[in-house]
T-cell receptor, first 115, second 111 residues
Framework: NAGVTQTPKFQVLKTGQSMTLQCAQD?????MSWYRQDPGMGLRLIHY?????ITDQGEVPNGYNVSRSTTEDFPLRLLSAAPSQTSVYFC???WGGGVYTDTQYFGPGTRLTVL | EDQVTQSPEALRLQEGESSSLNCSYT??????LFWYRQDPGKGPEFLFT???AGEEKEKERLKATLTKKESFLHITAPKPEDSATYLC????????????FGGGTRVLVKP
């Protein structure tokens, strides 16, 4: 199993450009999520999905869009990049959870710089 | 509002010098407390999950414990390869499968 994979590893954008960060998992997990990690801020939830066709906003959703057409893939779209979106982005996946929160497994991250 | 606070922010240890990291939390209905290890330039790597007060889990030189208000990650006789940032996260009853993360503790173990 490859686990959670993310592409690209690094990306530089100019202000106003759009792009899609890719995330895929091969564990048949129902739950997938996107976080951003900034110095001194910890990991913050951007969007999440509890299954194919279902997405919802996290703590910091503005400027980002997601869709979930398959169980395996959960792309994150930046609509019009801004310098404030310079960050490291992590995708994670887990089983859906039930009585307890399920363990989330993380991808290697995408380091994004917006000039 | 959920809060997860980790202390200290940074910890410098000599090899073999045992210490503890703290994660205090305020959530209404804990559904799980998670510890992750993160190396520079990498994604968080899962270490432990704790579900109820009094629970303990161990892995090599690491031991995680849980009370009703906080969790400790004890590092016994650390080695330089234990240098990393350790992240704590909690799941809350009304939050589905979402996690709230603390800011992390950066640990440096010098030989």
């Amino acid at each position: 199993n490859a686990g959670v994979t993310q592409t690209p590893k690094f990306q530089v954008l100019k202000t106003g450009q759009s792009m899609t960060l890719q995330c895929a998992q091969d564990m048949n997990h129902e739950y997938m999520s996107w976080y951003r990690q900034d110095p001194g801020m910890g990991l913050r939830l951007i969007h999440y999905s509890v299954g194919a066709g279902i997405t919802d906003q996290g703590e910091v959703p503005n400027g980002y869009n997601v869709s979930r057409s398959t169980t395996e893939d959960f792309p994150l779209r930046l609509l019009s990049a801004a310098p404030s979106q310079t960050s490291v982005y992590f995708c994670a996946s887990s089983w859906g959870g039930g009585v307890y929160t399920d363990t989330q497994y993380f991808g290697p991250g995408t380091r994004l710089t917006v000039l | 509002e959920d809060q997860v606070t980790q202390s200290p922010e940074a910890l410098r240890l000599q090899e073999g010098e045992s210490s503890s990291l703290n994660c205090s939390y305020t959530v209404s209905g804990l559904r799980g407390l998670f510890w992750y290890r993160q190396d520079p330039g990498k994604g968080p790597e899962f270490l432990f999950t704790l579900y109820s007060a009094g629970e303990e889990k161990e892995k090599e030189r690491l031991k995680a414990t849980l009370t009703k208000k906080e969790s400790f990650l004890h590092i016994t006789a650390p080695k330089p390869e234990d240098s990393a940032t350790y992240l704590c996260a909690v799941g809350e009853k009304a939050a589905g499968n979402k996690l709230t993360f603390g800011g992390g503790t950066r640990v440096l173990v010098k030989p």
